[in-house]
Structure formats: C-alpha cells, structure tokens
C-alpha cells in the first residue's frame, strides 16, 4: 500500500538509504532530518510503499520542489529506494506514478533526477517507465 511517509518510518528510511543507496548516516541524523523535511510540505514530499502483513516500509521516494528562474516548477527526486528482496513487483513503478499525480495536481511541468553514472540498472528502471537521460553534467562539491 501507498502512504505518506511519516516520522515514525525513520529506522526503515535509515535502513533503505544505507542498504539501497549507500549512504550509511547516524539514525538520530535521519530522524532530525526527517522530522524537519516532513514538515516543509510546500517543499518536500515524501511516500512510502508499506508491506501490509508485516507493517514494514519497503521502499519509498522523496521529492522536492524545483524551482529557479529560467524554468517552469518541476519536482526533483532527491531519492527512490526499494528493499532488495520486494525489487522487481512494481513498488518503484507504483511510487514513481503516484509522484506524478501529484506533481500534475500542482501543476508541475515534470519532474526531474539525477541517477550516478554506474547505476546501470537503475538508469534501465526510469527508461522503461517514461524518462530520458538529456544531458551529462559532471557534479562539483566543496566541503566546508
């Protein structure tokens, strides 16, 4: 079942991020993250696929709104992640859809993501749900 993510989901999200996505953060940062960005609804949305038997978030998607100057509003996937073991039923599909409908009852012109050039597999999922790849960009950070 869809639902809205919601804070007491923290151990879970914490679980998917590190085991799916790799990046391996205290729990306590996760929950004091996750407490403030669900709280900014205007500019974050998050769902989550729950595992009705057995209560348990096996995937979810967070979106933030993308805006600036020179294009329409959009949504931006800052995350989608699905437990390994409930990949390939249809949970990133279902989510990724229901990302859609709400962006078009915003109003939003699309949505956009980002996806590391190593993750082939991935890259393969968006294709076959409707994205395009339309540009390549090397990404500059600079740690303060």
Same mark, same amino acid.
């Given at each position: ?5 919601? %804070?007491?989901?923290? @151990?879970?999200? *914490? &679980?998917? *991020? ?14 004091? $993250? ?14 989550? /696929?729950?595992?009705?038997?057995? +209560? +348990? @978030?096996?995937?979810? @998607? ?5 805006? *600036? ?6 949504? *931006?996937?800052?995350?989608?992640? @699905? ?13 990724? $859809? ?7 009852? &915003? ?11 190593? &993750?082939? =597999?991935?890259? $393969? /999922?968006? =294709? ?11 990404? %500059? %950070?600079?740690?303060?």
């Amino acid at each position: 079942m869809i639902r809205h993510l919601t %804070f007491s989901d923290g @151990v879970e999200l *914490n &679980r998917l *991020n590190q085991n799916q996505l790799g990046y391996t953060i205290p729990l306590s940062s996760t929950q004091e $993250k996750l407490k403030r960005l669900l709280e900014d609804t205007q500019h974050h949305y998050f769902l989550a /696929f729950e595992e009705e038997s057995i +209560k +348990k @978030v096996a995937g979810y @998607v967070h979106a933030e709104v993308y805006e *600036n100057t020179y294009a329409e509003p959009m949504f *931006n996937v800052m995350a989608l992640a @699905v437990d390994k073991e409930y990949q390939h039923n249809g949970i990133g599909t279902l989510l990724m $859809k229901q990302l859609e409908q709400e962006a078009k009852a &915003r109003g939003y012109s699309g949505i956009r993501l980002n996806s590391a050039e190593h &993750r082939k =597999e991935a890259h $393969k /999922f968006y =294709e076959h749900i409707g994205y395009k790849a339309d540009k390549l960009q090397k990404r %500059f %950070f600079k740690e303060l």
